[in-house]
């Protein structure tokens, strides 16, 4: 894990998913991590669970950082699980065709706007892949506040 301070968002990508649907492998992945053996029977199980919904598209911040060869550009995937959540709720509220500005509006605009660092990892299938794993934006600093008061 990681955590980075771009210098500058230059673009956020929005591409489809691969597939609009969880595979059969995911479903199971998901059901196993709600489910605890031996506690109810499997079907009185399945018929409580709640899918979480898939959502159909990925999300890839394009950026640049600063480093001892000058500035290079990186393109990662944001699999934070707040964005996931910041489009289902904007679909819901905005519909299929207006989700996409509001939501621009938020990455593109208003966390670069603040203190933004993206929390970088990698997952146990593709140990060699960084993605964007949560995003991380407290408000910028004023300039001076970094003193710190006396106790006394």
């Known amino acids: 894990m990681g955590l980075i301070r771009p210098g500058r968002i230059t673009a956020l990508n929005i591409r489809k998913a691969s597939s609009e ?3 059969d492998e995911e479903l199971e992945k998901l059901e ?3 489910r605890q053996p031996g506690l109810f029977e499997q079907e009185e199980i399945k018929s409580s669970l709640k899918r979480l919904e898939k959502v159909p598209y990925d999300f ?3 950026y640049e950082c600063r480093g001892e060869g000058g500035i290079k550009v990186h393109t990662h995937k944001i699999v934070d699980w707040e ?7 904007l679909r819901r509220t905005h519909g299929p065709e207006g989700w996409e500005a509001p939501f621009r509006q938020k990455l593109e ?3 670069p706007g603040k203190d933004l660092m993206l929390l970088m990892g990698t997952i146990h299938r593709f140990p060699h892949q960084w993605l964007i794993i949560s995003l991380i ?4 600093r004023q300039p001076g506040a970094d003193q ?5």
């Open 21 to 23: 649907n969880w595979t």
């Open 32 to 34: 196993k991590l709600q």
């Open 60 to 62: 890839y911040y394009t």
């Open 83 to 89: 964005a996931n959540q910041l489009y289902r709720n």
């Open 109 to 111: 605009v208003e966390l």
């Open 137 to 140: 934006y407290p408000p910028k």
């Open 148 to 152: 710190q008061m006396s106790l006394f």
